[in-house]
Each structure stands twice: as C-alpha cells, then as structure tokens.
C-alpha cells in the first residue's frame, strides 16, 4: 500500500481538524490503492473519484501536525484515476484545493467545482461515462449528504465509502432539531422518516445502530448488497461516526475487507465491528 510523505505547509487555507481524521484516511489511501491497482486492467471505460466534501486538500490534526485530505491523496494514487470529481462549498478551501490539486499530474483534466453537494452531483454524474468504475468519498461535516445524491451515484457503477455521523450529529439534535419536523435534515439524510420509530422501539444504548441500520436498508434500495462496517471514535474511545463501505458486487467487499483487516496503528483483526 502506497505511502506518503507528510505535506509540508504551503500558506494556503488548512483546516484544523480532530485526529480521528487520519483514522479514516487510512482506510481510504489503502482502499484506493487496492481499487485502482486492481482495476486498472479490466475493461471499464475509466476508473473515477468523487469527493462531494473535499476539503482544502491538506489538514492540521489536532497535535499532531499536518496531513493530506482525501482529493490530493486520490491524486497521488500509483495508478491514477482516469478522472478526479471534487466539489467544496467552502470558497477559500476551494480556491486552495484547486491551487494545490494542480501540482499533481493527472491522466484527465479534475473537475472542479464549488457549490453544494446536493447541487454538484448533476454536473459531476454528466461527466462519468456508463461504462467506468467510480468511488465515492463521502465526507460531510454534518447530516449534509441528501438520499437523493446518493440515488444519483447509484446510476453509474459507484462503490460508496460514506463517513456517516450517528453519534456527532444525528444523536445529539435528533430530539431537539429533527423530531417532528418533516422533511428535516435527518430525513433528507436517510431519506425516509420511519427512523423516530424505530428508534423509540429500542433502548437508547442501541439508538446509533438503529439509525445505521435504517441507512443501510435505504441504501439497499439503490443495489447496494455488500456492507462493512468502521467506527471512527475519539482517542479516549468516544463513538463519533462509523464509515460505511458499500459496493454491488462482492469483490469490491472482498477488497476492503482486506484492506480494512490492518488497523492505523498497525495490528491486523480478522473480524470486522458492526
């Protein structure tokens, strides 16, 4: 698996964020390698990354100096996508990424584009081919990622890798920000409202993985069969999101599982946390 130096300050824009963030990137610079490495030579038309949250491109963790963000190290892969598709709504983390993401050679033009998710993903989904191979990086801030986009991906051959923030968002304003109001941002979200009762159904220690459990169902309803699962916590252990991994196809499970099997602090597990 491809390993990167560290980014060195450049004087743009650098958002600060937590450490789990490189948690994730982990499993998403080991997933990415496998995926175009083993792609690269079968007959799709092309191999393309979207990233709907992008980012500035480079972090600061918290305490621990600075990191890539998912789009430059999508651009950095050994064998490159055919095409990156990078959408921030953040204009001055726009004007950096693409500053920075033209430092990095690429065998097509990036397409970059700064707007709303939501919005982004017509102009994004126009320029992928029928017949290529697409990951998704899905990284919001918040509940910010509508069902509806998701339906959209759902149209091409598009394994989805989905930072979904059961603990940070959905749990700590469902009672106060999304109950009872309809077509609230948890609905859009899931895109469905079952979620309320199915989570007064259950005792609360299992309120998280309901609201998981009800994505996934949704999910499902778009083709996706294959699921694995991460939790992204804090250091001192506190669930924050899990990742979400979700293909059509069995090889594509059968790939990150590999992947996901070494751990960022370098043990190997052989089952995998739902």
């Not at 450049?10 to 982990?26: M, N, R, T």
């Not at 970059?112 to 994004?124: E, F």
């Not at 598009?158 to 968002?169: A, N, Q, S």
Request: a negative charge; charged letters at 20%; aromatic letters at 12%.
């Amino acid at each position: 698996m491809f390993e990167l130096e560290p980014p060195k300050d450049d004087g743009l824009s650098i958002e600060q964020v937590g450490p789990w963030s490189a948690h994730k990137h982990h499993f998403l610079r080991r997933y990415i390698d496998a995926f175009t490495t083993s792609m690269k030579s079968k007959s799709w038309s092309g191999l393309h990354y979207i990233d709907l949250f992008a980012g500035a491109g480079i972090e600061r963790l918290r305490g621990n100096g600075l990191d890539w963000g998912s789009p430059l190290i999508a651009a950095q892969a050994p064998h490159r996508f055919s095409r990156l598709h990078l959408c921030e709504l953040d204009k001055t983390k726009f004007q950096a990424l693409s500053t920075r993401i033209g430092g990095f050679d690429q065998p097509g033009e990036p397409q970059l584009l700064n707007g709303d998710a939501n919005q982004a993903i017509d102009p994004i989904m126009n320029q992928i081919p029928e017949r290529s191979l697409t990951l998704a990086f899905l990284d919001p801030y918040g509940l910010h990622l509508h069902f509806s986009t998701l339906q959209k991906l759902a149209q091409r051959r598009t394994d989805l890798v989905i930072f979904f923030p059961d603990h940070l968002d959905a749990l700590r304003n469902w009672e106060n920000v999304y109950q009872g109001k309809p077509d609230s941002n948890l609905d859009r979200v899931l895109g469905t409202d079952v979620w309320y009762d199915r989570m007064m159904a259950e005792p609360q220690d299992n309120w998280a993985a309901t609201l998981t459990q009800v994505y996934a169902e949704q999910i499902r309803t778009l083709g996706y069969s294959q699921f694995e699962y991460e939790r992204i916590a804090r250091p001192q252990g506190q669930p924050l999101y899990r990742l979400i991994f979700c293909s059509a196809d069995k090889a594509g499970a059968h790939l990150w599982q590999r992947v996901a099997s070494k751990k960022p602090g370098g043990q190997y597990t052989f089952g995998f946390e739902q």
